[in-house]
């Protein structure tokens, strides 16, 4: 059978034109061959306008939402009511609400309500303990302004590896372009190397980048020995000393990881008596990346570090290009960074100790 044609609407000209052609006296059916339309079409406008007094009728309502505004409501109360309700599939949310609505229809109005199926940010888990002990961090230092926080040297280390297999490339090609050389991701024998970085930032300055060479499978990795030896009575004393001939005393922080414990905690110690103060292992609120400004700052280098063409393949090659774009970090951007040390903490408070979007 030949699909009939869609139904064409008349404009409001047109029918203007049949009802004023109509009262000069002008029959359907010459209206119709004047117009080419059909005389049945002319007769309802002319029907139409002898019944209301309009030219044109309103806006038709169309077919009626399958979903109510009350529906909507409920529909993201049960959304956000709970963790388990975020992550339930679209089929065991109509399940449970009981609605007769297709996978594809929810899922345009879970999208009207802005709520959008996105992949879940990774942020550490908080027990109590460590919720209470983020909100005595930021009482005690809710009073801070600038002067205090431009005061601090925030250090942390980082992992980078040469370039591996495992990383997803994305392309703009066209359907028939897959093979071609420039579209695919050249692949090959895994034997990445990695290396542990660790660096320190304040206000205006930035240490030198130490890097440590890590073997993970012969277990070489970064222990307190080398940290204390190489990373504490090295750059790190030598940028705190720095940092105390310009500003007359500085806050060191350095997180509770494992190479910052032990035998680094009795030269942490030793270094009190001449000055050293600061958060420690002991005082740096556990599993708080979110605290520490130079976790963006190494998305900064990480970013940097991806955009670098070619990619290292060598450890020669990673060690060198982390130094370079470490060097060229942009420090206009780091101090911004540093600034929202405020902001942080009253994030921290409004969360009740929860992690933050920092």
């Known amino acids: 059978m030949t699909p009939q044609p869609p139904r064409r609407q008349l404009k409001s000209e047109e029918r203007g034109e049949i009802i ?43 077919r009626p939402p399958i979903m109510t505004d009350r529906d909507r409501r409920h529909l993201k109360r049960h959304v956000k009511a709970s963790r388990e309700h975020r992550r339930e599939a679209l089929s065991d949310i109509t399940t449970t609400l009981k609605f007769n609505v297709s996978e594809d229809t929810l899922c345009n109005e879970l999208k009207k309500l802005n709520l959008i199926y996105r992949v879940a940010r990774k942020k550490p888990w908080l027990h109590p303990a460590q919720k209470l002990a983020r909100l005595k961090f930021e009482k005690k230092y809710e009073d801070w302004g600038f002067e205090e926080w431009s005061r601090v040297i925030w250090t942390d280390e980082m992992a980078m590896q040469t370039a591996s297999n495992g990383v997803k490339v994305y392309i703009w090609r066209e359907p028939d372009e897959e093979h071609n050389e420039d579209c695919v991701k050249l692949t090959f024998i895994s034997g990445f190397k990695r290396v542990k970085v660790w660096g320190a930032i304040r206000y205006g300055k930035k240490s030198k980048l130490v890097v440590i060479s890590e073997n993970v499978e012969k277990g070489k990795k970064l222990d307190v020995e080398t940290y204390m030896i190489e990373i504490m009575d090295k750059e790190l004393f030598n940028f705190w000393q720095e940092a105390m001939e310009e500003c007359g005393y500085v806050y060191v922080m350095e997180d509770r990881a494992s190479p910052h414990q032990g035998i680094a905690s009795a030269r942490r110690r030793q270094l009190e008596e001449v000055g050293w103060e600061g958060w420690g292992p002991r005082t740096w609120p556990s599993s708080s990346p979110d605290l520490n400004p130079i976790e963006n700052v190494w998305h900064m280098l990480k970013y940097a570090m991806r955009k670098r063409e070619p990619r290292p393949r060598t450890e020669a090659e990673l060690v060198q290009a982390l130094v370079e774009e470490w060097k060229q970090l942009d420090m206009d951007k780091i101090n911004k960074i540093l600034l929202t040390m405020p902001d942080r903490l009253i994030a921290v408070k409004k969360a009740n100790g929860a992690a933050i979007p920092y």
């Open 20 to 62: 004023g052609m109509r009262k000069c006296g002008a029959t359907f059916t010459a209206i119709a061959m004047n117009l080419e339309l059909k005389p049945d079409t002319v007769r309802k406008v002319w029907n139409y306008y002898e019944e209301t007094g309009h030219v044109v009728p309103p806006l038709r309502t169309g």
